[in-house]
């Protein structure tokens, strides 16, 4: 059987940087509101006109050079986003557009802020059946797009940006395994305000992001508690021998609470909230190529890559770098 191994990583942020004192003069906040719930101090967000895909591309193209391969190279993509350029064609078409990338699958891959995670564990599967020998994964989000920004509920949280890796067939696993999970009985915690086929609320003029905040905080720390276990379990780990925490970047007390339950002190876990905000489907590749890029994560660590999101959704890839 051939296996995923991550062959390169990049990410991509939109230029414009959004403080906290920014959010303080547009909506009822604080700074230290914000960093003291949150531990989050600026998010970036595209110019008007910047897409989900000019975000992409840019993060496609750092992961492709550093994994050194070109278009040609490249048999399947998958964007993991919450939001795509357009309703159709698949972000992921539009992608293989812009890189000249030709004939093999590609597609989006819609589970929120669990997105990149999800896009990961179908892409192991290609490669378990022998269906791909390089891939490009993408995680990629204009969130400020569906963000209400007079909403200081959601307003401070989010950000947009995208990461890429490259996968390549290997002997051996670097994707040791992937854990999928949704339950849609908690779509109401988070979720828009309509859609497509919904309609819009009366007087909306977009989709808007609603969240019950807390109890997402409540259902985060469990689901994760309970994919940490299982993870270790399916590969027969013990916590100890986890390098690296890669985390979806939603919440400070939510990465430190997955951390505690790993035994893992702060110092083994990536952190990028302070800068990036959540930037849902981006989060967790964004975070991954920071640590690969400044030298912390090294070849043949082991990584548990952990993410939660609307539906409910919740997964994790346990990965050998
Ligand atoms: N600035 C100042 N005050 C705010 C605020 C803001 N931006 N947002 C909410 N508040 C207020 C609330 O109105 C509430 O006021 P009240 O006590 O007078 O009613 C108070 O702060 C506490 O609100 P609460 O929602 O209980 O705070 P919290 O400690 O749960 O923190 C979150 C709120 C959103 C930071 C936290 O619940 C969270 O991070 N949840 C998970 C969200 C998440 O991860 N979402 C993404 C999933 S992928």
Known sequence: MSYARIQGTGHHLPKRVLTNADLEKMVDTSDQWIRERTGI??????????????????????????????????????????????????????????????????????????????????????????????????????????????????????????????????????????????????????????????????????????????????????TLGRIVDETLEANGLEKSQIDWLVPHQANYRIIEATARKLGLPMERVVVTVAEHGNTSAASVPMALDVAIRDGRIQRGDTLLLEAFGGGFTWGSALVRY
């Open 41 to 222: 101090s600026t998010r970036y967000l595209v110019e008007d006109g910047e897409t989900t895909c000019d975000l992409a591309e840019q993060a496609s193209r750092k992961a492709m050079q550093a994994a050194g391969v070109g278009a040609d190279d490249i048999d399947l993509v998958i964007v993991a986003t919450t939001t795509p350029d357009r309703v159709f064609p698949s972000t992921a078409c539009l992608l293989q557009k812009r890189l000249g990338i030709h004939g093999g699958p590609a597609f989006d891959i819609q589970a929120v802020c669990t997105g990149f995670v999800y896009a990961l564990g179908v892409a192991d599967k290609f490669f378990r059946a022998g269906s791909s020998r390089r891939a490009l994964v993408v995680g990629a989000e204009t969130l400020s797009k569906i963000i209400d920004w007079t909403d200081r509920t959601t307003c401070v949280l989010f950000g947009d940006g995208a990461g890429a890796v490259v996968l390549e067939a290997s002997d051996t696993p670097g994707l040791l395994s992937t854990h999928l999970h949704a339950d849609g009985d908690f779509e109401h915690l988070l979720t828009t305000r309509g859609g497509v086929s919904e309609g819009l609320p009366d007087g909306a003029d977009t989709a808007y992001v609603h969240m019950k905040g807390n109890e997402v905080f409540k259902m985060a720390v469990k």
